[in-house]
């Protein structure tokens, strides 16, 4: 069925058939419109995939992501590599089109093989010397994350808010990645998280449409930790498959104490208490390895590096661009940091596993230093 789709990619005979697609030869119509059809007429519509991965020793971090904006006829995605802070990035642009089931953009090829169990994510031979294949099968049980708004009213008033959905979760990973030459396997026990998100605004379109509100470049930090019976994703508790905790369980706002490296103000280290649902509270220490992180911006989150493009915001011809930054460069990282993912150790009640802090650089240092409720500076 796949093959059948996707030999239509190509077809240019759908622009004559508009507003059907390939997807309306299939049963999964929700509305008397065509699935082409988005269900509003906002400009910054988006649907969103992202993935974030690492071997067992964080030698390589991986982080891949993708966007279709059918409003504006956009699809875009970006690779992310760092190898022993080597950070290579290939993005990469091109017209969205009537197939809304081709997910390639350029060498980036992700392929849904089985819904909510399994992904496969390929990077395809490129000038930036980067490339991957990867296999990421799901392990804990995926919830829908109800309609979040990013606002109490719309911004202008009188606009509907904008609203997020989708659902998250944590899987094994197994594979490779080839940075100019050399190859790292990622084995058995290499782990990752991905999500799959779609709505409204979300920083689509950069500060043109922002519509006077706050361009949206992310929260103020999450957390992205796999143990083994239970995993933190933001503020969530997701489960394995089979365990005997149904649903999830809620994180109520964490209380943060965090260190900072003094020229860049970039994370480096924190312990963090996250009060659950349960009663409990989960108390991490986070250890920041290296210069193992992936820099969004890199991913257009808040504008590329020296382009100045943010997600949904290209407008040109097909395209693909990329470049490697050398990490241990400090003016490289002031230059870069903006939402970050951070691979660091994390340990737990005697447990350590290798998962991802994020912040967004520097204003999680800003936010200890002015003392905002929940931040504090590492003693």
């Given at each position: 069925?796949?093959?059948?789709?996707?030999?239509?990619?190509?077809?240019?005979?759908?622009?004559?058939?508009?507003?059907?697609?390939?997807?309306?030869?299939?049963?999964?119509?929700?509305?008397?419109?065509?699935?082409?059809?988005?269900?509003?007429?906002?400009?910054?519509?988006?649907?969103?995939?992202?993935?974030?991965?690492?071997?067992?020793?964080?030698?390589?971090?991986?982080?891949?992501?993708?966007?279709?904006?059918?409003?504006?006829?956009?699809?875009?995605?970006?690779?992310?590599?760092?190898?022993?802070?080597?950070?290579?990035?290939?993005?990469?642009?091109?017209?969205?089109?009537?197939?809304?089931?081709?997910?390639?953009?350029?060498?980036?090829?992700?392929?849904?093989?089985?819904?909510?169990?399994?992904?496969?994510?390929?990077?395809?031979?490129?000038?930036?010397?980067?490339?991957?294949?990867?296999?990421?099968?799901?392990?804990?049980?995926?919830?829908?994350?109800?309609?979040?708004?990013?606002?109490?009213?719309?911004?202008?008033?009188?606009?509907?808010?904008?609203?997020?959905?989708?659902?998250?979760?944590?899987?094994?990973?197994?594979?490779?990645?080839?940075?100019?030459?050399?190859?790292?396997?990622?084995?058995?026990?290499?782990?990752?998280?991905?999500?799959?998100?779609?709505?409204?605004?979300?920083?689509?379109?950069g500060p043109s449409l922002s519509l006077g509100g706050r361009l949206h470049v992310g929260v103020s930090g999450n957390a992205?930790?796999?143990?083994?019976?239970?995993?933190?994703?933001?503020?969530?508790?997701?489960?394995?498959?089979?365990?005997?905790?149904?649903?999830?369980?809620?994180?109520?706002?964490?209380?943060?104490?965090?260190?900072?490296?003094?020229?860049?103000?970039?994370?480096?280290?924190?312990?963090?208490?996250?009060?659950?649902?349960?009663?409990?509270?989960?108390?991490?220490?986070?250890?920041?390895?290296?210069?193992?992180?992936?820099?969004?911006?890199?991913?257009?989150?808040?504008?590329?590096?020296?382009?100045?493009?943010?997600?949904?915001?290209?407008?040109?011809?097909?395209?693909?661009?990329?470049?490697?930054?050398?990490?241990?460069?400090?003016?490289?990282?002031?230059?870069?940091?903006?939402?970050?993912?951070?691979?660091?150790?994390?340990?737990?009640?005697?447990?350590?596993?290798?998962?991802i802090y994020q912040t967004i650089d520097p204003v999680a240092y800003e936010a200890c230093m002015t003392g905002r409720p929940?931040?504090?500076?590492?003693?």
């Amino acid at each position: 069925m796949t093959n059948l789709i996707r030999s239509s990619a190509n077809d240019s005979h759908l622009d004559e058939q508009f507003p059907l697609s390939p997807l309306d030869d299939f049963m999964v119509h929700q509305t008397p419109d065509p699935v082409r059809i988005m269900w509003t007429g906002d400009p910054r519509a988006y649907e969103r995939y992202w993935m974030i991965c690492h071997d067992p020793t964080g030698e390589v971090m991986i982080a891949t992501g993708g966007s279709i904006y059918p409003n504006l006829d956009r699809a875009e995605a970006y690779a992310i590599v760092n190898h022993r802070g080597q950070h290579t990035t290939v993005r990469s642009f091109r017209r969205l089109g009537a197939d809304r089931t081709d997910m390639r953009v350029g060498p980036i090829a992700p392929v849904i093989v089985r819904g909510l169990r399994e992904w496969r994510y390929v990077l395809e031979p490129n000038e930036w010397g980067i490339s991957y294949d990867l296999s990421f099968l799901d392990t804990t049980r995926q919830i829908f994350r109800e309609p979040l708004s990013d606002s109490t009213h719309g911004t202008p008033p009188g606009r509907r808010n904008d609203v997020t959905a989708g659902f998250e979760g944590f899987g094994a990973v197994v594979g490779w990645v080839d940075i100019r030459g050399t190859r790292v396997e990622l084995p058995e026990g290499s782990m990752g998280t991905r999500d799959r998100h779609w709505g409204t605004g979300r920083g689509v379109g950069g500060p043109s449409l922002s519509l006077g509100g706050r361009l949206h470049v992310g929260v103020s930090g999450n957390a992205f930790v796999p143990f083994k019976t239970w995993t933190l994703w933001g503020d969530r508790v997701y489960y394995p498959f089979g365990h005997v905790q149904r649903g999830v369980t809620r994180v109520g706002k964490p209380t943060r104490w965090l260190r900072f490296e003094d020229e860049s103000q970039m994370f480096v280290e924190g312990v963090v208490e996250y009060p659950l649902a349960t009663g409990e509270t989960k108390r991490l220490h986070y250890a920041r390895i290296d210069q193992q992180t992936a820099y969004l911006r890199c991913g257009m989150y808040g504008g590329t590096p020296g382009g100045g493009i943010h997600q949904g915001s290209y407008d040109g011809p097909d395209m693909t661009e990329g470049e490697t930054y050398d990490l241990s460069e400090l003016r490289t990282r002031i230059g870069l940091r903006g939402l970050d993912e951070h691979l660091c150790r994390v340990t737990c009640e005697g447990t350590t596993a290798i998962g991802i802090y994020q912040t967004i650089d520097p204003v999680a240092y800003e936010a200890c230093m002015t003392g905002r409720p929940g931040w504090n500076l590492m003693e």
